[in-house]
């Protein structure tokens, strides 16, 4: 069984079991989190919400709390001696999906 959540402005497929790296949630390592937004829920039957599923969510349980490898963001403008270097490091949650209810 597979489903579909909304999560950051994101979608993800998930199946209980997987692991998923979104963006940060509040909480602390160790803490349950409820997807109330799922956008579809597949298996035997497959159920597509309009445009989410009612009554159905995803659990899962914080793993790791932390920052993602940093980017390097670079401009510059030809021939006027313009450059800017930046660099970020997004903050992410590591989940593990322990459950789907459909």
């Known amino acids: 069984m597979y489903a579909v959540v909304k999560t950051g402005g994101k979608q993800y497929k998930v199946s209980e079991g997987d692991f998923l790296k979104v963006e ?13 937004e799922v956008l579809m829920v597949g298996g035997d039957k497959v159920v597509i919400g309009t445009p989410l599923v009612p009554s159905a969510s995803v659990v899962g349980k914080i793993v790791e709390q932390g920052k993602d490898k940093k980017i390097l963001v670079f401009k510059s403008k030809r021939r006027k001696d ?21």
């Open 82 to 102: 313009s450059r800017k270097l930046n660099g970020h490091r997004q903050l992410r949650t590591i989940l593990k999906i322990e459950k789907i209810n459909a």
């Open 24 to 36: 940060k949630l509040e909480g602390a390592v160790g803490d349950t989190v409820e997807f109330s």
